[in-house]
Every structure is written in C-alpha cells, then in structure tokens.
C-alpha cells in the first residue's frame, strides 16, 4: 500500500505532464509563452464542460463567462488571461494574440473580486479559419498591482488584436504562468452574432 503523500506526488506528476505535454504537442509553447505551467487550470463552462488538452467545443459552448478555480491562498493575488494565438487563423496569425480576457488583482481564487482589464468574450474564429486555441493562463502576482490602461468591455474589440501574455506578464513581472489549460473551436453560427456585440469603439 501507498503512504498517502506518495499518491499525492504521483497523481501531481502525471497531472503536470499532460498539462505540459498538451502544451508542447499543440504548439502552446512556444506559440504563447515560453515555458509550460505545471498545474491544470480548472475552467468550467455553464453546461458542464470542462476545458482541458485541446478538447473541442463549438462558439456557442463558450459564449458565456465560465468559472475558474485553482488553489490559492486568500492573501495571494492573481491575474487571469485567455487568449487566442490563432488570429486570423493558425496558418497565418498576423493578429496573433487576440485578447479574449485579462483580470487583474484577484484576491484568492475569487475572479469577481479581481479587476477586468478586457471582459470576457468567447470564441469567435472567421469562417473557414480551422482549428483556433483559446488558451487560459493564471499567474501569481507578487502582491496587489497598479495596472494603467484603458478598460476593454465585451462589446468592444479595441486593444484586442496584437496582444501578447508573455509579454505583458514580462511587463507586469509576473513570473511564469503557475497553472494554465485550452480548448479549441472552430466557426459555427454563433460567430457572427459575437461578431456583432464586438462592432462599438
């Protein structure tokens, strides 16, 4: 029989290299950052669906807000970022990354309790553009931050494209990523309707 902090590093070592592994296979790394977190980000949409190594869900899985746990300390802050380095589509991503969301400051693992610098919008791949990666990286912040810089709300795609998490969290002296996770979607009728909400300056 297995002592139980035995179980507990073995199930944390194959937990770090599938998140790890996926990373590297999907081209994760180097495509978004440098070097791949260890922990699996848990990111669950309102329909149950769990994103996790590249599995494929539809635009109109996504569109909402999904809830995101890990384990934090509540004296410890953290910022969020999802991101797309498929835009306008992986063979030629010359708006590579697209932000899809970025909170700041959060206390613990409350995301409500964090600051939005871009609010959540979900897939929305052009038409006949494949596959696109929607990666999900949290960074441990060295204590609460001043982020300057206007707020980007759902209904507006201004500082979207161009964006880069590896370096804003260079900027920001976040570190490397300490958990993290992606799904992957391609265009379906839902597009342009996020389309549409993404057309106010």
């Known amino acids: 029989m297995l002592f139980p902090w035995i179980l507990i590093a073995m199930i944390l070592a194959v937990q770090s290299e599938s998140v790890e592994d996926a990373f590297k296979t999907h081209g994760v790394v180097p495509d978004v950052i440098p070097e791949a977190p260890n922990q699996l980000l848990k990111v669950t949409y309102n329909n149950g669906l769990v994103a996790k190594n590249g599995v494929e869900f539809t635009p109109t899985q996504v569109k909402e807000q999904p809830l995101v746990e890990w384990n934090a ?19 030629d991503p010359k708006f590579r990354e697209f932000k899809h ?4 400051n959060i206390a613990g693992n409350d995301v409500s309790s ?13 038409k006949d ?3 696109h990666r929607y990666v999900f990286l949290l960074y441990k912040q060295p204590g609460k931050l001043q982020f300057d810089g206007a707020r980007v709300s759902n209904k507006s795609r201004r500082n979207r494209p161009k964006f880069h998490a590896a370096k804003f969290a260079e900027h920001h002296q976040l570190g490397n990523p300490v958990a993290g996770t ?13 389309h549409q909400q993404l057309s106010e300056n």
Not at 114 to 126: I, K, N, R
Not at 182 to 194: E, G, H, I, K, R
């Open 73 to 91: 300390e509540p004296s410890d802050y953290y910022t969020l970022i999802m991101t797309d380095p498929d835009a306008p589509s992986r063979a």
């Open 101 to 104: 969301w970025v909170v700041v």
């Open 114 to 126: 964090g600051e939005a610098l871009a609010e959540y919008v979900g897939s929305g791949p052009p």
């Open 182 to 194: 992606f799904y992957q979607a391609q265009y379906d009728d839902y597009v342009p309707t996020l």
């Open 129 to 131: 553009t494949g596959l």
